[in-house]
């Protein structure tokens, strides 16, 4: 087995991504925005309703 070298460290010094490495931070970006509106949603009162019957 032989031993890996660590990831470069971020500075922010780089380079800004082109091409699809851009694409894909973009739609990583919007995907965590969509997820967390999502998480921070109420629960429905009919949807805690039916979770309380399952006990």
């Not at 509106?37 to 629960?43: D, G």
């Amino acid at each position: 087995m032989s031993p890996q070298t660590p990831p470069p460290i971020e500075t922010g010094d780089e380079p800004a991504q082109s091409g699809a490495a851009a694409l894909d931070g973009d739609m990583g970006a919007a995907l965590r925005l969509i997820y967390q509106a999502a998480a921070n949603e109420a629960i429905p009162p009919e949807m805690l309703d039916l979770l309380s019957k399952l006990d």
